[in-house]
């Protein structure tokens, strides 16, 4: 359990710092109102979205260790408390000032995840029918053929939709995580947890840059909260038999909703607008607007 909390922690400061440079970068790109090649090619331009994604991708490679050993409840905690890293590198890499609701979330971070590591028991099975393979596969496909429809749309409301549906993916890929067969490329290519994990993944990246052209990041992520936490978290419980350390069931629930709520105090470090994103946003001439447009 010690190593599967480590990788956790260490996953959830790369996807902090991730997110910092990813709302940088999709800011930065020019605004898609379809999903096409030259969106990922403007995003791939960006060295601020290539920076974020590249932490993300080992933050990834951490969570598998963790998501293989920890039950899917107090991984995606952990995992999703990142946005207490991101208040934190707001704070020294943008110069934002903590208020006292920022930092009242920080605090709920920490107490939840120590009382959700308290009352965590031993994870459940790393195993399931052949039909839950299929069913995360065809939730993917959901996923990606809603993104299609949403992206047809501005606001504050399809920025919501497209972060939810941003947490479904990645919320699909830590299920996958957690029942992929490894024993060998065989049994991973006829999987169809295999293709929802990377289905998942990149559509989830995608659903999440175009909400954040979209919208405030405070309605996307917390949107795609609600769905990359909680929706893993019952699956976890109802199907694969996670559960609490006997007679701490009221430890682990409390911790939960303590850390989620912090989360979603926390939310909106996510925008990176105002004085410090300006000061920050790289400029080409004297008349270059800023990265990010002020509120």
Not at 41 to 66: M, N, P
Not at 273 to 282: L, Q, S
């Amino acid at each position: 359990m010690l190593l599967g909390l480590t990788t956790a922690l260490v996953a959830t400061v790369c996807f902090g710092f991730g997110a910092v440079f990813q709302a940088r970068g999709a800011r930065s790109a020019p605004r898609a109102d379809r999903v096409r090649a030259g969106l990922l090619a403007a995003l791939a331009r960006s060295w601020q979205f290539v920076a974020g994604t590249l932490l993300d991708i080992a933050g990834f490679v951490l969570s598998i260790v963790a998501l293989r050993s920890l039950p899917l409840f107090l991984v995606q905690a952990v995992t999703n408390a990142s946005l207490a890293v991101t208040a934190l590198a707001a704070v020294w890499l943008l110069g934002a000032r903590l208020h006292r609701a920022d930092v009242a979330g920080i605090l709920a971070v920490v107490v939840g995840l120590s009382l959700l590591a308290l009352g965590s028991g031993k994870e459940g099975r790393n195993h399931a029918p052949a039909a839950f393979h299929w069913a995360l596969l065809a939730t993917t496909v959901v996923m990606l053929l809603a993104t299609l429809v949403l992206v047809r749309r501005e606001g504050t409301a399809a920025a919501a939709g497209l972060g939810l549906l941003a947490g479904v993916g990645f919320g699909v890929t830590s299920l996958a995580v957690r029942v992929l067969d490894p024993s060998g490329p065989a049994a991973i290519l006829t999987d169809p947890a295999a293709y929802a994990l990377a289905v998942g993944g990149l559509g989830g990246y995608l659903a999440y840059a175009l909400a954040l052209q979209r919208g405030t990041v405070t309605a996307a992520t917390a949107a795609g909260t609600v769905a990359e936490t909680f929706g893993p978290a019952l699956v976890g419980v109802a199907a694969l038999g996670d559960a609490a350390r006997p007679g701490l069931e009221w430890c682990a629930l409390s911790g939960f909703a303590v850390a989620v709520g912090g989360t979603f105090l926390l939310s909106r470090f996510g925008e990176l607008e105002g004085g410090a994103a300006e000061r920050a946003a790289p400029r080409t001439g004297a008349e270059a607007e800023p990265a990010v447009p002020p509120g």
